[in-house]
C-alpha cells in the first residue's frame, strides 16, 4: 500500500498482517486506516525525525502535506503533528497523525497514522490500540529490532481536526427584509423548534426537513425537496498580508494549508463567501460553484467584525437554487487568523418562490447551547491530547525496547556479559570469562544481569 523510496535501514517486525517495502511496515488496520512505522537511524533530533517523516508522506502521496497542530513532549524528545495531504487528481484526501521520538544515544523512531478526513476520527483510537498491541508483543523480544514508522498520511481529524474555534451563541440577523426579491407565492410554514442530536442547541425546521450532521453548533439539515441548511460554519482564513501569518506556512500552489483558506482580513461578505467556497473545493478537487447576487446587505454587528446578508442565484452539483446567506466576520486574531461564520439555506429554483417566506423566519431560530459548545470543544483538545501522550509514550518503550534488544545482541556477537556488583550496586560489562570467573568466585556479590535488567544510561 505504501511506495517506499526512502529506505530506512532496519530490521523488521515479523507479523502476520504487517506488510514492509523497504524498510517500512504497514498494517491495514481492520477497521478502516493504515498504519506505519520505522526506525530513523541517526536522527537524534526531533525537528530532523519529522522532516524525514513528512518527506516520506509527500513521496508516497505526490503532495507535500499540510501541518494542522503540532505538539511536543517537555523534553523536547517527541513530537506530533496532525496533517492532511491534498493528493494529485484521481487520489483520495487524507488526514494523519504522524509520531516521533528520539534519542541521543540511539536511532530515533517514527510513526503514521492515516486515514480519509471524514473516518480518521473513527479509526484513530483502534489505529493507536494496535500500534500499542504489535509493540507490546515485540518487546524483550530477543534480537528483534522494534520499527516504528514513517509512513503518509494525512487529513485531519477533525486531528481531526482538531476543534479551537468556539462557536458564537448569537442567532443570525437576516430576515425577512433580505428575501424581498422574491415574490412569496405560499404564506411561510410552522417551524418546529428541533434539538440537535448532540444537545449543543436548536433550530426551527419545517415539517419534512431533518437534521443530519451536528457539533460544537455547526449543523446541517436537509428539507424534502433537496433543500440544504447549514448553520454554524466557523472557516478560519489566514491574511497572507500579516507577517505573523508567515509561522503557519503555505500549502501546495501557494494555497492556504490544511483546514485554512487564504483571504485578505476585511473582504466584504459576499466576495469572501464566494472565496471560501472556491477554496475548500478547490482542496476537495471538486469543481466551485457558480454564484450570482440579486442582494448583499451590511447588517448591524458588534465586537469588532462584519455582518452581511447575501440572496443569489446558485449551481452546485445538485442543480439551480436559490440561497440565502448569512456572513459574519470576526476581527483579526492571533498568527493573521479570522473567521468568516457562515449561515446558509439553498433551495432548488423550483421551489424558491414557494419557500421564501418559511426561509426568512428559519435563520432567527437558530440557537445555541454556549456551555454544551465549550464543553465538546475542551473534549476534543483533550481527547488529541491524550491521543498524542499515549502515543509518544508507547512510541519512547518502542524504542527503548529497541535499543535494550540492538544492545544484547551486541555484547551477544562481541562475547561481553553485563554484571551486577551488590556490594558497589552497580553494573558492569566485562568478557564473557571474565563475568563467569566472577560469578563463579562469589556468586552472592556478583550475577550476570539479562537485557530485561539493563539500565538505560549505563548498559545502553
Known amino acids: 500500500m505504501l511506495k517506499s523510496c526512502w529506505v530506512l535501514g532496519l530490521v523488521l517486525i515479523s507479523s502476520p498482517v504487517a506488510a514492509a517495502t523497504a524498510g517500512v511496515t504497514t498494517i491495514d488496520n481492520p477497521g478502516g486506516g493504515t498504519i506505519a512505522y520505522a526506525q530513523l537511524p541517526a536522527q537524534h533530533t526531533a525537528q530532523g525525525a519529522m522532516g524525514k517523516v513528512l518527506q516520506y508522506a509527500q513521496s508516497t502521496f505526490g503532495a507535500r502535506p499540510d501541518i494542522d497542530k503540532v505538539m511536543k513532549s517537555p523534553d523536547g524528545n517527541s513530537l506530533a503533528v496532525t496533517f492532511t495531504v491534498t493528493p494529485p487528481k484521481g487520489k483520495p484526501q487524507m ?5 516521533v521520538a528520539v534519542s541521543a544515544t540511539g536511532p530515533g523512531a517514527g510513526a503514521v497514522l492515516s486515514d480519509t478526513p471524514d473516518h480518521l476520527r473513527t479509526s484513530l483510537k483502534p489505529m493507536l490500540a494496535k500500534l500499542q498491541s504489535v509493540a507490546a508483543s515485540k518487546a524483550g523480544s530477543a534480537g528483534a529490532q522494534t520499527a516504528i514508522a514513517n509512513a503518509s498520511g494525512s487529513a485531519a481529524p477533525a486531528a481531526s481536526s482538531s476543534a479551537s474555534t468556539a462557536k458564537s451563541g448569537a442567532a443570525p440577523a437576516a430576515s425577512a427584509s433580505g428575501t424581498d426579491s422574491i415574490k412569496p407565492s405560499a404564506p411561510a410554514q410552522k417551524l418546529i423548534q428541533t434539538p440537535f442530536p448532540d444537545g449543543a442547541g436548536s433550530v426551527g425546521l419545517p415539517a419534512g426537513w431533518r437534521i443530519t450532521s451536528s457539533h460544537q453548533g455547526d449543523i446541517t439539515a436537509d428539507g424534502p425537496h433537496g ?4 448553520f454554524g460554519m466557523a472557516q478560519q482564513a489566514i491574511d497572507y498580508r500579516n507577517p505573523q501569518s508567515r509561522a503557519l506556512g503555505r500549502g501546495p500552489g501557494g494555497s492556504a494549508p490544511g483546514n485554512f483558506v487564504a483571504i485578505p482580513f476585511g473582504t466584504p461578505g459576499d466576495a469572501a463567501f464566494k472565496q471560501v467556497l472556491a477554496q475548500l473545493a478547490q482542496k476537495q478537487r471538486k469543481p466551485a460553484p457558480s454564484i450570482d447576487y440579486s ?27 436559490t440561497t440565502w446567506v448569512e456572513v459574519m466576520e470576526s476581527a483579526m486574531g492571533p498568527m493573521g487568523v479570522w ?3 457562515i449561515y446558509e439555506i439553498t433551495v432548488p429554483q423550483a421551489y424558491a418562490d414557494q419557500e421564501v417566506a418559511t426561509v426568512a423566519n428559519m435563520f432567527s431560530t437558530y440557537k445555541t447551547n454556549d456551555a454544551v459548545i465549550m464543553g465538546q470543544i475542551n473534549a476534543d483538545e483533550r481527547e488529541v491530547q491524550q491521543i498524542t501522550n499515549n502515543s509518544l509514550r508507547n512510541m519512547r518503550q518502542m524504542m527503548d525496547s529497541s535499543e535494550r534488544s540492538t544492545q544484547a545482541t551486541s555484547d551477544y556477537l562481541r562475547g561481553q556479559t553485563v554484571v551486577s556488583d551488590s556490594a558497589l550496586n552497580g553494573h558492569g560489562r566485562v568478557d564473557d570469562d571474565v563475568a563467569a570467573a566472577l560469578i563463579a568466585a562469589n556468586p552472592n556479590r556478583f550475577q550476570a544481569v539479562s537485557s530485561s535488567g539493563y539500565v538505560k544510561g549505563i548498559d545502553y
Open 295 to 321: 442582494i448583499v446587505k451590511t447588517l448591524p454587528s458588534q465586537g469588532g467584525g462584519k455582518n452581511y446578508f447575501l440572496q443569489g442565484s446558485i449551481v452546485n452539483a445538485e442543480g439551480p437554487g
Open 95 to 99: 488526514a494523519g497523525l504522524a509520531l
Open 227 to 230: 433543500e440544504k441548511l447549514r
Open 339 to 341: 473567521t468568516v461564520s
